[in-house]
């Protein structure tokens, strides 16, 4: 099974391991393309950092930062891009631009239409386990049972998304490596990948550069410097049955996986 690569691109000032970087639309659309050329399979553009303690920022510079991003993109490469966002007027005016997909990090809950503009929309979907808000999300979160609390929850937002009227192959879920997870949780979750894989949509698993690589080794203390850690949880992802991975690195991981798939082959 061929494992696609999701590539991040961050128009955003605050983003926790590129913001600022591609805040400009032709230096998104610059990076953008850049990943296409290593080999993403999937563009994630995204307006709004989500990052522990980010900020919120209005819907209308959302847009402003994203749709002009996905016009030009879309203009030049027929590819799926996804919009990252967790707000349905920017979900409409991102497909409207020709995103494919809707990536949502509250699942398709943070407002009351979300449901219904998802079915409306027709676009893939991706739904994120997060506890809490992105502003305090790291406070101290605690779960009973990390694993069988994230399948749950997940297997009940993608009834409710069906129950909306958003077509069974449109969902893809996402654990939620970091959002509301301390270290023991986002291993537990890697390693229970498969209770995830088996309720029957395909797995979306995003660890790239995050902190619980730094909480493992504590040399790695920016973002950058998370290259080993992000390749080994890709790999591992993989291995456990997600059928995407969304990476800063997507040169690097594209090899890896035609390495690990290489072996497999091979077994």
Same mark, same amino acid.
């Given at each position: 099974?061929? /494992?696609? @690569?999701?590539?991040?691109?961050?128009?955003?000032?605050?983003? =926790?391991?590129?913001?600022?970087?591609?805040?400009?639309?032709?230096?998104? /659309? %610059?990076? #953008?393309?850049?990943?296409?050329?290593?080999?993403?399979? /999937?563009?994630?553009?995204?307006?709004?950092?989500?990052?522990?303690?980010?900020?919120?920022?209005?819907?209308?510079? &959302?847009?402003?930062?994203?749709?002009? @991003?996905?016009?030009?993109?879309?203009?030049?490469?027929?590819? #799926?891009?996804?919009?990252?966002?967790?707000?349905?007027?920017? *979900?409409?005016?991102?497909?409207?631009?020709?995103?494919?997909?809707?990536? %949502?990090?509250?699942?398709?809950?943070? *407002?009351?239409?979300?449901?219904?503009? $998802?079915?409306? !929309?027709?676009?893939?979907?991706?739904?994120?386990?997060?506890?809490?808000?992105?502003?305090?999300?790291?406070?101290?979160?605690?779960?009973?049972? /990390?694993?069988?609390?994230?399948?749950?929850?997940?297997?009940?937002?993608?009834?409710?998304?069906?129950?909306?009227?958003?077509?069974?192959?449109?969902?893809?879920?996402?654990?939620?490596?970091? =959002?509301?997870?301390?270290?023991?949780?986002?291993?537990?979750?890697?390693?229970? !990948?498969?209770?995830?894989?088996? !309720?029957? =949509?395909?797995?979306?698993? $995003? #660890?790239?550069?995050?902190?619980?690589?730094? *909480?493992?080794?504590?040399?790695?203390?920016?973002?950058?410097?998370?290259?080993?850690?992000?390749?080994?949880?890709?790999?591992?992802?993989?291995?456990?049955?997600?059928?995407?991975?969304?990476?800063?690195?997507?040169? &690097?991981?594209?090899?890896?996986?035609?390495?690990?798939?290489?072996?497999?082959?091979?077994?």
């Amino acid at each position: 099974m061929t /494992v696609q @690569v999701m590539g991040i691109v961050n128009v955003t000032p605050d983003s =926790f391991s590129d913001g600022g970087r591609w805040a400009s639309t032709q230096g998104a /659309v %610059d990076q #953008a393309m850049r990943l296409v050329a290593d080999g993403a399979d /999937v563009l994630d553009i995204g307006g709004e950092s989500t990052r522990p303690g980010a900020e919120p920022v209005s819907e209308a510079e &959302e847009i402003d930062r994203v749709a002009p @991003v996905i016009a030009a993109v879309r203009a030049r490469w027929d590819g #799926a891009i996804s919009i990252d966002t967790m707000k349905p007027g920017v *979900a409409r005016a991102a497909v409207a631009a020709g995103a494919t997909m809707w990536n %949502d990090v509250t699942a398709l809950s943070q *407002a009351a239409d979300s449901l219904a503009v $998802a079915a409306e !929309l027709g676009c893939d979907v991706v739904l994120m386990h997060m506890k809490g808000e992105p502003r305090t999300m790291q406070a101290d979160p605690r779960y009973d049972d /990390v694993v069988a609390e994230v399948r749950d929850y997940l297997r009940g937002r993608a009834e409710a998304a069906m129950a909306a009227g958003v077509a069974r192959e449109r969902i893809w879920l996402d654990p939620g490596i970091g =959002f509301g997870k301390t270290l023991a949780h986002n291993l537990a979750l890697t390693a229970g !990948l498969g209770a995830l894989v088996d !309720l029957g =949509f395909p797995v979306l698993y $995003a #660890a790239s550069r995050k902190r619980t690589i730094q *909480a493992i080794d504590p040399t790695a203390i920016e973002a950058t410097d998370r290259l080993g850690g992000s390749l080994a949880l890709a790999l591992e992802g993989a291995r456990r049955g997600a059928r995407m991975v969304r990476v800063h690195d997507v040169r &690097e991981t594209v090899q890896a996986l035609k390495v690990q798939a290489a072996v497999m082959a091979a077994d």
